[in-house]
């Protein structure tokens, strides 16, 4: 449950932008849903920093070697702080250019450019909060995480608010409040990251060997992520050739999608940091235990949260876009949403527990057959351009319903093999 609360806080960062900035208008919204896709996708390419953590921390929990555990989280936090400045630094420069790249109008790509730019500020500070998050999930601990990102949830809200309509500094006020609540969260979670270090005796600095091991296993998890960030972008670039007010509302439906997937995933979490201490202490029983009773909850959340996104299905435009045009697009879409949130309950729960398991490389080249699969049906909706609500509704059914069953087919054969547990602490 603490780890739902925390997942939930972090795309309702987005939601809280999504919603303000909606009522800024059409071509605002459209905007920060290109600048949205374009962030999304490198930080969603480095979550890898918090997935590789977090086995590898709980590992050594279940192996008894609590020291080699915190020292590994914090290894993961210098290469999280290392890769956040590299990208943050090119970010910046080819913020317009990136930006210009779906081919929206000149409005719509110059409100994504001015959002982009400065995130950027803010993006060593997201990479450093997934690698702190990762190392106190392994250390089984959910709480924390749910309490930093509470605060940096209320804070983002109060200075965007501040931001945006009272300085009326509109789309960019938005990106400025998001930038300074994420590294207030960073300075948190390094006060808690700090103590754990010197309860146990770990050492503060990067050590060689681990930072190293961090970036073999993130690689193949790296690969995972492209997959999934591909297709998000094609689906992207799918809304953008069917118009703005098109994109416009796409970007609420994606950005509902990603609360619900968020939400679900927090028994993805849960399976991870269970999966890991299980293999670690050798505890086969327990990880086939683990994995039947996330699936189970996975599937029976999903249904319900479906459920209430089609009951408010014709509610929820108007909580995002003052925009008649725009909010009249969304019902058919959250209604396709809903029903298949079950599926996507089942996939992020395999996906966590097969990551927990370290079984990366399986699921990256499986990633690249998946969006193999998406990719003729996003096309079909480009050439078939179905008018109206059918247009939004069309591409979220190729997204999350015909994308995810591609996924639930690979991950399940998987799982109802054992090759993927493998015992002890790796070296």
Do not use: K
Not at 65 to 89: K, M, N, T, Y
Not at 289 to 314: D, E, F, I, P
Not at 351 to 379: H, K
Not at 381 to 404: E, K, R
């Amino acid at each position: 449950m603490p780890a739902l609360g925390a997942l939930i806080a972090e795309p309702l960062f987005l939601l809280a932008d999504t919603a303000m900035v909606g009522h800024l208008g059409a071509t605002p919204l459209a905007g920060l849903g290109l600048a949205s896709a374009v962030l999304q996708t490198i930080i969603g390419l480095m979550v890898f920093l918090a997935y590789a953590t977090t086995p590898a921390v709980a590992r050594r929990i279940g192996a008894g070697d609590e020291r080699g555990a915190v020292a590994s989280g914090i290894d993961g936090l210098w290469l999280a702080f290392g890769i956040g400045a590299v990208l943050a630094l090119a970010g910046w420069w080819s913020a317009p250019v990136l930006a210009g790249a779906f081919g929206a109008s000149g409005d719509v790509t110059a409100a994504a450019s001015v959002y982009l730019t400065i995130s950027m500020a803010g993006l060593p500070a997201m990479l450093v909060v997934f690698a702190a998050t990762g190392l106190l999930r392994g250390l089984q601990d959910t709480r924390t995480p749910l309490f930093v990102a509470g605060i940096g949830f209320a804070v983002n809200i109060a200075l965007n608010y501040v931001f945006i309509y009272v300085a009326g500094w509109g789309i960019a006020g938005s990106a400025v409040g998001t930038v300074i609540a994420q590294w207030g969260m960073v300075a948190m979670y390094l006060v808690v990251v700090g103590r754990h270090a010197a309860r146990v005796g770990a050492n503060p600095w990067p050590h060689h060997a681990g930072v190293l091991r961090g970036v073999a296993s993130g690689g193949w998890l790296f690969v995972r992520t492209l997959s999934l960030r591909a297709a998000l972008l094609l689906a992207t670039w799918t809304a953008t050739a069917l118009g703005s007010e098109e994109l416009a509302a796409f970007q609420v439906a994606i950005t509902i999608y990603f609360t619900l997937g968020f939400a679900l995933d927090a028994l993805a979490i849960a399976a991870q940091a269970l999966i890991g201490h299980g293999l670690g202490a050798g505890d086969v029983d327990a990880v086939r235990m683990v994995l039947r009773r996330c699936l189970q909850w996975g599937v029976a959340s999903g249904a319900v949260a479906g459920a209430l996104v089609v009951a408010t299905a014709w509610v929820l435009p108007a909580v995002f876009t003052s925009s008649s045009e725009v909010a009249a697009l969304l019902p058919p879409a959250l209604v396709v949403l809903g029903i298949s949130a079950p599926l996507g309950g089942l996939v992020f729960v395999l996906d966590g527990v097969l990551i927990g398991a370290g079984d990366v490389r399986y699921l990256a080249w499986t990633g690249l057959v998946n969006l193999a699969v998406f990719v003729p049906l996003a096309v079909a909706v480009v050439a078939v351009a179905p008018a109206g609500a059918a247009g939004p509704a069309w591409l979220v059914a190729a997204f999350a319903i015909g994308y995810l069953a591609a996924r639930a087919v690979t991950l399940s054969l998987r799982a109802r093999g054992a090759a993927w547990m493998v015992t002890g602490v790796p070296r």
